[in-house]
Nanobody, 115 residues
Framework: QVQLVESGGGLVQPGGSLRLSCAAS????????MAWYRQAPGKQRELVAV???????NYAESVKGRFTISRDAAKNTVYLQMNSLKPEDTAVYYC?????????WGQGTQVTVSS
């Protein structure tokens, strides 16, 4: 069983930055594929970024060059650094973990980009 708790969301002006954190309660953190998804009102949940290990990452085209996903094995935590935020980045951001056939989700954290 893996429990995920996100933090770091909030209200930010366009062009600003936020860092989301996702703390995982598990002994197998190093084996997990970790990802961030987001869901805007009226839209489907979409993949934002994924990190398989410390070196393998992938990003949605809409966030490439602006967002960075990273993980800290010592803290069982994955991060999403979001820079140059745009109003269209407004969404609930969810942390996701996968191991074998199992998938786990956090409760989500709201990010609002508005002036």
């Amino acid at each position: 069983q893996v429990q995920l708790v996100e933090s770091g969301g909030g209200l930010v002006q366009p062009g600003g930055s936020l860092r989301l954190s996702c703390a995982a309660s598990t002994r197998i953190f190093s084996l997990l594929q970790m990802a961030w998804y987001r869901q805007a009102p009226g839209k489907q949940r979409e993949l934002v970024a994924v990190i398989v290990n410390t070196a393998t990452t992938n990003y949605a085209e809409s966030v490439k060059g602006r967002f960075t996903i990273s993980r800290d094995a010592a803290k069982n935590t994955v991060y999403l650094q979001m820079n140059s935020l745009k109003p269209e980045d407004t969404a609930v951001y969810y942390c996701n973990a996968r191991y074998s056939i199992d998938t786990y989700w956090g409760q989500g954290t709201q990010v609002t980009v508005s002036s």
